[in-house]
C-alpha cells in the first residue's frame, strides 16, 4: 500500500494547456519535496514545502502543501514539451522512520 | 547540493552472475540510500547504507542478495547477486544530509539476459 496516493498517473496535453497533478495521504508530513525524472537520468529535486498551506511558484510550476500537511499539488501554467517527465512526491512522515516515502508517480507528456 | 556518480551506468549481464554499482558523493553526507525503479515507475528503498556498521534494508530485500558497503562518508556500493532477469531494473543511489532534501544518482541501467 503506497503511503502517498498520486494522481493522475498518466497525462498527455498539449502545449499551451495546463496540468494539476495531486499527492494524498492520511499521515502528516514534516515535509513533502516534489522531482521531475526525465529517460536516463535520476530524479531531480523541483522543491521541497514544509508549512501547512505553503504556496511556492517555480516559474511556471506552482506548489501548494494542504494546510494540513497531509496533502499537495502541483500545477504547471501553459505546458511545454520541455515539462514531460515522471513526476514524483515524496514526503517524511512519523510512519516512515525518516525515511522517503514515494508517490507512484504522474508520467506527463506535453505534445507541441 | 551534492553531485553524486554511480559507476556504471549501464550494463548487460548474464543470468547467475553478479554486478557492483558504485556511489560515489563529492561531500561527505550523512545518510546514503539505494532504490529500486522500473521504468516509468516510482522508486522502491532497498537499504539504507550506514557508514561502519551493517546496512538497514526494507522488507522484501535482504543482504545475501543486496549486500551492500559504506566505508566511509562519501562512497557506497550495492552489489546484485545471482541475477536473475527480474532483477533487470534502474539502481539509484540517493544521498541525504540533516534537514537537507534528498538528492539522486543518474542511475544504473541493469540487464539480466
Known amino acids: 500500500t503506497q503511503l502517498l496516493e498520486q494522481s493522475p498517473q498518466f497525462l498527455s496535453i498539449q502545449e499551451g494547456e495546463n496540468l494539476t497533478v495531486y499527492c494524498n495521504s492520511s499521515?502528516?508530513?514534516?515535509?513533502l519535496q516534489w522531482y521531475r525524472q526525465e529517460p536516463g537520468e535520476g530524479p531531480v529535486l523541483l522543491v521541497t514545502?514544509?508549512?501547512?498551506?505553503e504556496v511556492k511558484k517555480l516559474k511556471r510550476l506552482t506548489f501548494q502543501f494542504g494546510d494540513a500537511r497531509k496533502d499537495s499539488s502541483l500545477h504547471i501554467t501553459a505546458a511545454q514539451p520541455g515539462d514531460t517527465g515522471l513526476y514524483l512526491c515524496a514526503g517524511v512522515s512519523a510512519d516512515s522512520w525518516g525515511k522517503l516515502q514515494f508517490g507512484a508517480g504522474t508520467q506527463v507528456v506535453v505534445t507541441p | 547540493s551534492a553531485v553524486i556518480s554511480q559507476k556504471p551506468s549501464r550494463d548487460i549481464c548474464q543470468r547467475g552472475t553478479s554486478l557492483t554499482i558504485q556511489c560515489q558523493v563529492d561531500s561527505q553526507v550523512t545518510m546514503m540510500f539505494w532504490y529500486r525503479q522500473q521504468p516509468g515507475q516510482s522508486l522502491t528503498l532497498i537499504a539504507t547504507?550506514?557508514?561502519?556498521?551493517?546496512?538497514?534494508?526494507e522488507s522484501g530485500f535482504v543482504i545475501d542478495k543486496f549486500p551492500i558497503s559504506r566505508p566511509n562518508l562519501t562512497f557506497s556500493t550495492l552489489t546484485v547477486s545471482n541475477m536473475s532477469p527480474e532483477d533487470s531494473s534502474i539502481y539509484l543511489c540517493?544521498?541525504?544530509?540533516?534537514?537537507?532534501?534528498?538528492?539522486f544518482g543518474d542511475g544504473t541501467r541493469l540487464s539480466i539476459l
Open positions: 499521515s502528516v508530513f514534516s515535509s
Open positions: 547504507a550506514n557508514q561502519g556498521s551493517e546496512a538497514t534494508y
Open positions: 540517493s544521498v541525504r544530509d540533516a534537514n537537507q532534501p534528498q538528492h
Open positions: 514545502v514544509v508549512t501547512g498551506g
